[in-house]
């Protein structure tokens, strides 16, 4: 998940996409969760120039990928807050985003809460890198030590299990390493091969999915992308483009305890 930069909706829409969004949720804010008639007036945008343009808007917002899972085949509108339970919300452009068929129908009506505050992370509203980021070796999610952190990013990954998937945890790991071997190419080709700019550009794109694993790596190597960046100066508007990580707290180091006994998930030393 990357954090996405969502523009006001005078920015997005056009007056008469929002006129018609505001009517329709002064009909939806009088429907009660769960009526069958939600489904019904959600279906009244279908093949309307205010559901292509709400289309159009929100594929801008996650750079024709998904909201969720950054792969490049989104299709479905998402209501964040689900429409079924939140008729009051289900026309208003901060609930959507645009995410695939399997993040989709993965999320279906399941929106756990805690109190008020909502467990899944909305890329919109929250820095998803505050919660959960990518382990260099297996592209598989690591999860933040902070207890509601670490709660809300384990909810938000039982909900959208595509983003532990094995398939999508390799082509992080290979991005990672194709675009850390291309910065060190970038430095040591004397001259430089034109390509080397070229292909990196290509991977640096918006467009490129499972491209937050690309803003890690950035963050965590700042001597390399400093000199990657004097030597190929136009690649800096796409590193640019990468939002720094958030800084974590990180735990003083604690003296290890004295080891008598082996932890019980340990195999006991041969005798
Ligand atoms: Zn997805």
Not at 28 to 47: C, F, M
Not at 83 to 98: A, G, S, T
Not at 161 to 168: A, N, V
Not at 239 to 246: F, T, V
Request: aromatic share 6%; proline share 13%.
């Amino acid at each position: 998940m990357m954090p996405l930069s969502r523009l006001h909706e005078e920015q997005a829409l056009s007056a008469e996409a929002r006129a018609e969004l505001s009517l329709r949720q002064t009909e939806a804010s009088r429907l009660s969760p769960g009526s069958v008639q939600i489904d019904a007036l959600w279906k009244v945008l279908k093949d309307t120039s205010t559901r292509a343009e709400l289309v159009s808007a929100l594929r801008a917002l996650s750079h024709d990928k998904c909201a969720y899972c950054e792969c490049v085949d989104p299709r479905d509108i998402e209501h964040f807050y689900p429409k079924n339970r939140y008729p009051e919300r289900m026309f208003l452009w901060v609930n959507l985003l645009f995410v695939c068929k399997t993040c989709n129908l993965d999320k279906g009506r399941r929106f756990p809460l805690e109190g008020t505050q909502a467990l899944l992370i909305e890329p919109s509203a929250e820095d998803p890198a505050r919660f959960f980021w990518w382990d260099p070796v297996t592209g598989r999610p690591l999860l933040d030590s902070e207890p509601t952190r670490r709660r809300r990013a384990a909810e938000t990954i039982k909900i959208l299990p595509r983003l532990k998937h094995q398939d999508l945890a390799e082509e992080r790991r290979k991005l990672r390493s194709d675009v850390l071997f291309l910065l060190t190419e970038v430095l040591q080709e004397v001259p430089r091969p034109p390509d080397v700019v070229a292909r990196l550009a290509t991977e640096l794109s918006p467009t490129q999915p499972r491209r937050s694993v690309l803003r890690q790596l950035v963050s965590e190597e700042p001597a390399l992308i400093a000199a990657v960046r004097a030597r190929a100066p136009e690649l800096a508007p796409l590193l640019d483009a990468l939002p720094p990580m958030p800084l974590r707290p990180t735990a003083p180091p604690s003296p290890a305890p004295p080891r008598c006994e082996p932890s019980p998930d340990e195999p006991l030393p041969p005798r």
